[in-house]
C-alpha cells in the first residue's frame, strides 16, 4: 500500500497536466520495485521517457517533443496516454483493496 502515493500531496516540484490538476510526483516515475514498478512496466519506453522528461524534468510538451525528435502532438499524447495508465492502476488497486476490507458491522 505504500505504493499508492496522493498525487496531489506535495506543494514543489509539481506539474499540472491539461488544466485538471492531476499531477505525477518525480517519486512515482523512478519506482524501482512494488506495485508502480510494474505498473511502470506496463507503458512503452517512449511513455516512460516522456512522462519522466515532463514531470521530473519539468521540461514543456514542446521541449519534450524537441528533446524525443517527436512532434509535439505525439509528445502530448505520449504523456497524456501514460498518465491514464497509472491513474487507471492506481484506481483498479483501490477499488480492490476496498473490496477486501471488512465491512463495519450494520446493526
Do not use: W
Amino acid at each position: 500500500m505504500s505504493d499508492v502515493i496522493e498525487l496531489r500531496e506535495r506543494k514543489v516540484n509539481r506539474c499540472t497536466t491539461a488544466g485538471r490538476g492531476d499531477v505525477l510526483l518525480p517519486e512515482v516515475l523512478e519506482a524501482r520495485d512494488g506495485f508502480l514498478a510494474r505498473v511502470l512496466e506496463m507503458l512503452s519506453h517512449h511513455e516512460r521517457m516522456a512522462l519522466r522528461l515532463h514531470h521530473s524534468n519539468g521540461l514543456t510538451y514542446g521541449a519534450v517533443a524537441a528533446r524525443m525528435k517527436l512532434p509535439e502532438s505525439i509528445a502530448r499524447d505520449l504523456i497524456a496516454s501514460g498518465e491514464r495508465t497509472i491513474r487507471a492502476a492506481q484506481l483498479a488497486l483501490l477499488e480492490a483493496l476496498s473490496e477486501q476490507a471488512p465491512r463495519a458491522a450494520v446493526r
